[in-house]
């Protein structure tokens, strides 16, 4: 005998979860988008037969079908409200005068949308084909390949626990309460859930920006900082012998054998004394990463050159994901040429 369910049983059943769940539910995700964007209850509605779908968590979309933006002037997807780290039709703007591009930049140009340019973003599973000529082998991981292309997240990816490899298992962050201060003590308790990191998070992802108006990220006080709450950490798990790796060479003072990282611009003087108020495409961290660096950047402690100081995290329209035009230097450039803002008698 067949048992005949109410019409409207998965209405209940989206009641009763939303009775079980904690109070903190809507902290991250906005509170007028209803679950049924985002979650489906049975993978079918109206007798539809139903998709043999492998998202976790009841999902509707992948993390890139969420995350992007129908063209380059959204800041955010119009359907979840996420913020949109990838555009699926027009590229987004990236200078100095207006960056509709949010802080990590856009997957767009590594996309097969954008014209699938390899090195022009981190060749993300779904987004973009396999890195011809890298692969799956991060630059400075002394040749090792993770096991299969980068996700968003857990073990091959960025965000989350690195310990996960499935990318939503590895995040279970986006219902969590994140008031600040970020202590780095769960996934959703990261800067951008980017697990065990500190920071202060822009609220509109730096879409408007301004020297007190941006993200502040944290930075190690030493080139070989062994710190994992750092935004440098986050690209060390991967390219490791770019930062401290000490086999690599170098006593920890110039000169160098690669650009330094997690070092503090304030104590060298010199060409880096005219960097003084924070520049939005020329980040610098700070060692707490709580508090806004303004017109301070030479006070101790707030001018730290991170890998993101030069490199956006997802993608720019530059090579090796560059925030500008590493070879067009010195001529005309928009936006800003980024290296002479620190080495500002090289400008
Ligand atoms: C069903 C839609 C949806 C999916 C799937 C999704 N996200 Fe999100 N994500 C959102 C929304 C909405 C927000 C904005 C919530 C907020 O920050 O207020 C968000 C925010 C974020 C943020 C920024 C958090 C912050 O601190 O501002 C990150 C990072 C993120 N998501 C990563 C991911 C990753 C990685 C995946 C895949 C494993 C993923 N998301 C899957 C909807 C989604
Ligand atoms: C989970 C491992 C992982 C993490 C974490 C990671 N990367 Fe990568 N990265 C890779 C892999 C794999 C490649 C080569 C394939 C590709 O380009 O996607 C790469 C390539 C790059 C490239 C060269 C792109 C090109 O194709 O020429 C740059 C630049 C880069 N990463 C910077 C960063 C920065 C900056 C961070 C931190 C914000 C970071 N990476 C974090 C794995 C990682
Ligand atoms: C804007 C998109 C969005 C909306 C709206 C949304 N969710 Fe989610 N939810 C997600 C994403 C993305 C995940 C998986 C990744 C994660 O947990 O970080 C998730 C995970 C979950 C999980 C399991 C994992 C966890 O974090 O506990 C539950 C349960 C859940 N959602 C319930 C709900 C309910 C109930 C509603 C409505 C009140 C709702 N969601 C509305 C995006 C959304
Ligand atoms: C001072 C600016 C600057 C900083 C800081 C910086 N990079 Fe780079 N990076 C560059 C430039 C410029 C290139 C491309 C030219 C070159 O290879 O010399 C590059 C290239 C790369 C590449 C591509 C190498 C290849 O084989 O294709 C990777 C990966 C990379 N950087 C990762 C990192 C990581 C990880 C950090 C932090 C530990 C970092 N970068 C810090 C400027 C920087
Ligand atoms: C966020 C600030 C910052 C940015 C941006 C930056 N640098 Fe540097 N750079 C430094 C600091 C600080 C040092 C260490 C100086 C020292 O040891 O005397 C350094 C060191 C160097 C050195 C080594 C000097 C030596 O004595 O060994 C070179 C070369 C260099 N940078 C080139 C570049 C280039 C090229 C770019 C642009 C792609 C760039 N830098 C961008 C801050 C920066």
């Not at 011809?132 to 626990?161: E, I, K, M, V, Y």
């Not at 992802?205 to 006080?221: I, L, M, V």
Request: hydrophobic share 30%; proline share 4%; with cysteine.
């Amino acid at each position: 005998m067949r048992v005949t369910m109410p019409d409207n049983l998965h209405k209940w059943v989206l009641i009763l979860l939303l009775v079980l769940l904690p109070t903190t539910l809507q902290a991250k995700i906005p509170d007028d988008i209803v679950c049924s964007n985002c979650h489906t209850m049975h993978n079918s509605q109206a007798g539809e037969s139903m998709t043999s779908s492998s998202l976790y968590g009841l999902l509707l979309s992948t993390c890139s079908g969420c995350h992007t933006g129908l063209d380059g002037t959204s800041a955010i997807a119009a359907n979840t409200q996420a913020p949109a780290v990838m555009h699926s039709s027009s590229a987004p703007g990236n200078s100095s005068g207006s960056n509709n591009m949010l802080a990590g930049g856009s997957f767009y140009w590594v996309s097969t949308t954008g014209g699938n340019t390899d090195n022009t973003g981190h060749n993300v599973i779904g987004l973009s084909s396999e890195d011809a000529d890298l692969g799956t082998t991060p630059p400075g991981n002394s040749g090792t390949p993770l096991g299969s292309q980068l996700t968003c997240a857990g073990s091959r990816g960025c965000h989350g626990n690195s310990g996960i490899q499935n990318e939503v298992q590895a995040l279970k962050a986006h219902h969590q309460d994140d008031t600040a201060p970020l202590d780095g003590s769960s996934v959703g308790m990261s800067y951008r859930f980017l697990s065990s990191v500190i920071g202060s998070e822009d609220a509109d992802w730096e879409y408007t920006y301004a020297s007190d108006d941006h993200n502040q990220y944290k930075g190690g006080s030493i080139w070989n900082s062994a710190a994992t709450d750092t935004i440098t950490s986050v690209c060390a798990r991967c390219h490791g012998d770019y930062h401290g790796n000490p086999g690599v060479g170098t006593t920890g003072a110039s000169p160098w054998v690669r650009h330094p990282t997690d070092i503090d611009l304030s104590t060298y003087g010199g060409e880096f004394a005219n960097y003084i108020t924070y520049e939005v495409f020329v980040p610098v961290a700070s060692t707490t990463g709580l508090t806004l660096v303004d017109s301070n950047v030479q006070t101790a402690g707030n001018g730290i050159v991170t890998c993101i100081s030069c490199h956006r995290a997802h993608g720019s329209q530059y090579d090796s994901i560059l925030r500008w035009d590493y070879r067009a230097w010195p001529g005309t450039v928009d936006p800003i040429y980024g290296c002479g803002v620190c080495h500002s008698s090289k400008n």
